[in-house]
């Protein structure tokens, strides 16, 4: 029988505004300007971040619980034909894009059997616009205060504030139109039932990274099998968060015996 879908509190609560406040969803790090401490102690990242979809990236079994056809709602919410609403889990897409401006690639590997429906998802979900492109852009816009108003350079090397138009096209954002979600997997969709081995197989092949430079997360056990080829997996509960990223990386750097 499928899971229910999630009630958690880390699933994703689109804000009324049009806005998206990126330093809402670095709070757990505040001790850092509400950058996770891991993307700033200098220490290596893995290569290449791999995410389950189901239960890890969103709160739902893609092959039971949507009924398309789907519609967006907004860059963060999709309804489908029964009106039920789909998004992914709070911190996703922050987390999915602050791994990229830290240069880690990002790949999927799914058994769902709708490959072809979650390739759709992953369109129609946006990541959000107006996001600082660096690390240090994101240290800045948190340390701006609780309204995101931190200050960016312009175009004519001035301070300016917020995240206006201005600021995306000179400033060091991104475009406030957000951008689509499957843009941000650069190490490819393997996205089929099958084992997770196979997925790592053609993953490899494909981007020539060592499985001991990936982390994997997931939430079924039986998928620790990656192990043995040298994957770190980081078996999740309740959907990819801040928290459960940070004990990935922790791990993945155990694993490789850095401190």
């Known amino acids: 029988m499928p899971r229910k879908l999630s009630k958690s509190k880390n699933v994703y609560a689109p804000a009324s505004s049009s806005s998206h406040s990126t330093t809402n969803l670095l709070l757990p790090y505040p001790q850092n300007a509400g950058l996770p401490p891991f993307l700033t102690d200098g220490l290596p990242l893995p290569s290449l971040v791999v995410l389950d979809l189901d239960y890890t990236l969103w709160p739902f ?24 609403h789909f998004s992914f889990y709070k911190h996703v897409p922050i987390i999915l894009h602050l791994l990229q401006v830290a240069g880690v690639k990002l790949a999927v590997a799914s058994k769902s059997p709708v490959g072809d429906l979650c390739r759709e998802m992953l369109k129609m979900l946006r990541v959000p616009g107006g996001l600082p492109t660096s690390v240090e852009g994101f240290r800045r816009k948190s340390a701006g205060g609780a309204n995101g108003e931190g200050e960016e350079d312009g175009k004519d ?22 951008r689509k979600t499957i843009e941000l997997f650069d190490g490819g969709l393997e996205i089929y039932e099958g084992t997770k081995l196979r997925h790592f197989d053609v993953i490899q092949r494909r981007t020539g990274i060592p499985y001991e430079e990936m982390l994997f997360f997931d939430d079924e056990r039986p998928n620790l099998e990656v192990e043995r080829v040298g994957i770190t997996m980081q078996l999740i509960k309740n959907g990819l968060d801040w928290e459960e990223l940070e004990k990935g990386i922790h791990k993945w750097r155990a694993n490789r015996g850095i401190a």
């Open 157 to 178: 090397g001035k301070k300016t504030k917020g995240g206006s138009s201005k600021e995306s096209s000179a400033g060091g954002l991104t475009d406030e139109k957000g």
């Open 61 to 84: 079994y893609s092959d039971c619980h949507p009924w398309p056809p789907l519609r967006a709602l907004s860059g963060s919410v999709l309804s489908d034909r029964n009106g039920e």
